[in-house]
């Protein structure tokens, strides 16, 4: 699993670029860094790039073979040093305040020349409140000030959480309760809205910022269309080609069942008031994903992958 071969069909012609992934996190703003990682892994490789991982024992599996994977834990940066030898750029995903600096005084003994972090919707709040409560924004400036190139990434909710359950909002009971019961109990079931981006897209995006100059010292906000509730599951029950049943729930009953499935109430509160919030003030929220520049679409140069297309490729974990 150490061992390190390079992709006979794309010779690799740069350093190496070390992924940190952890195992999911039910914390407000946590993306799903398994999913995400294993998509950049594949879009590095393609480029010719060469790929590590340091990842948390329940995500050594399934990366590509040429990836060199690491097992070990960016929140314990220590304990596995070596993952940043010979390493030219760095995915930060999954980091920690507590040892963010330590990860980092790692980077800038092997020389790391770029950090691309994925941060959270988020840190533009916290900075209202006093430092020792920040989290996001703390990572965002123990990166900024590690004397290391860096590009911050704050991305919508990844359609693919749902399946590693990072955020409430993408619906991570649905497959369970859509396979066992055909219904969804959602809370702010009619007016409920959420930004989403697809995994490749968010990867696509990230991969940009690694491997080139034109997004150093930024902050790219990675974000999709706002989607309905509803809109989403009519695609989960179009793809199934039978009828989803929906239960709208009181906002109490959806806090209570959140709870009941491990949820903390910092990520339940966030959940509740951007589903009110975006669907309260759709044309704001869709003006301003508009005014984002460069727009995803920008960086990456080709349209976005839309929810739709992610239910197809994924309708399986819904029968």
Same mark, same amino acid.
């Given at each position: 699993?150490?061992?390190?071969?390079?992709?006979?069909?794309?010779?690799?012609?740069?350093?190496?670029?070390?992924?940190?992934?952890?195992?999911?996190?039910?914390?407000?703003?946590?993306?799903?860094?398994?999913?995400?990682?294993?998509?950049?892994?594949?879009?590095?490789?393609?480029?010719?790039?060469?790929?590590?991982?340091? !990842?948390? =024992?329940?995500?050594?599996?399934? %990366?590509?073979?040429?990836?060199?994977? #690491? +097992?070990? /834990?960016? $929140?314990?940066?220590?304990?596995?040093?070596?993952?940043?030898?010979?390493?030219?750029?760095?995915?930060?995903?999954?980091?920690?305040?507590?040892?963010?600096?330590?990860?980092?005084?790692?980077?800038?003994?092997?020389?790391?020349?770029?950090?691309?972090?994925?941060?959270?919707?988020?840190?533009?709040?916290?900075? !209202?409140? =006093?430092?020792?409560?920040?989290? %996001?924004?703390?990572?965002?400036?123990? #990166? +900024?000030? /590690?004397? $290391?190139?860096?590009?911050?990434?704050?991305?919508?909710?990844?359609?693919?959480?749902?399946?590693?359950?990072?955020?409430?909002?993408?619906?991570?009971?649905?497959?369970?309760?859509?396979?066992?019961?055909?219904?969804?109990?959602?809370?702010?079931?009619?007016?409920?809205?959420?930004?989403?981006?697809?995994?490749?897209?968010?990867?696509?995006?990230?991969?940009?910022?690694?491997?080139?100059?034109?997004?150093?010292?930024?902050?790219?906000?990675?974000?999709?269309?706002?989607?309905?509730?509803?809109?989403?599951?009519?695609?989960?029950?179009?793809?199934?080609?039978?009828?989803?049943?929906?239960?709208?729930?009181?906002?109490?009953?959806?806090?209570?069942?959140?709870?009941?499935?491990?949820?903390?109430?910092?990520?339940?509160?966030?959940?509740?008031?951007?589903?009110?919030?975006?669907?309260?003030?759709?044309?704001?929220?869709?003006?301003?994903?508009?005014?984002?520049?460069?727009?995803?679409?920008?960086?990456?140069?080709?349209?976005?992958?839309?929810?739709?297309?992610?239910?197809?490729?994924?309708?399986?974990?819904?029968?």
């Amino acid at each position: 699993m150490d061992s390190f071969e390079l992709n006979e069909k794309t010779p690799a012609t740069e350093g190496i670029c070390l992924l940190t992934v952890v195992s999911p996190r039910r914390d407000e703003g946590n993306s799903p860094t398994g999913i995400v990682g294993r998509c950049l892994a594949r879009q590095l490789l393609a480029r010719g790039r060469r790929v590590r991982v340091m !990842a948390e =024992p329940d995500q050594c599996d399934g %990366w590509p073979d040429t990836v060199d994977v #690491v +097992e070990g /834990s960016i $929140i314990r940066p220590l304990e596995c040093a070596r993952a940043f030898d010979g390493v030219e750029a760095v995915f930060l995903a999954g980091a920690h305040p507590s040892t963010v600096q330590d990860a980092l005084a790692l980077a800038r003994n092997a020389a790391v020349s770029k950090v691309v972090l994925l941060s959270s919707h988020g840190p533009e709040y916290e900075e !209202a409140y =006093p430092p020792e409560t920040w989290f %996001w924004l703390a990572i965002e400036k123990a #990166v +900024e000030r /590690s004397g $290391i190139a860096w590009t911050h990434i704050r991305p919508s909710a990844v359609m693919g959480a749902v399946i590693e359950g990072t955020y409430p909002a993408t619906g991570t009971d649905w497959p369970d309760t859509i396979r066992t019961d055909g219904v969804v109990r959602e809370a702010f079931l009619n007016e409920g809205h959420y930004p989403f981006i697809h995994e490749e897209d968010l990867a696509a995006v990230v991969a940009a910022a690694l491997t080139g100059d034109d997004h150093t010292g930024t902050v790219i906000e990675a974000v999709g269309p706002p989607l309905s509730t509803l809109s989403r599951i009519r695609s989960i029950a179009a793809s199934l080609g039978r009828d989803i049943d929906t239960v709208d729930l009181a906002a109490d009953e959806s806090r209570a069942r959140w709870r009941r499935l491990g949820w903390p109430d910092g990520a339940i509160d966030v959940t509740l008031y951007a589903l009110e919030e975006y669907g309260a003030h759709f044309d704001e929220l869709v003006q301003w994903t508009l005014d984002q520049w460069p727009s995803v679409q920008d960086i990456i140069g080709r349209p976005l992958r839309t929810y739709e297309d992610w239910v197809r490729e994924n309708i399986d974990s819904f029968r």
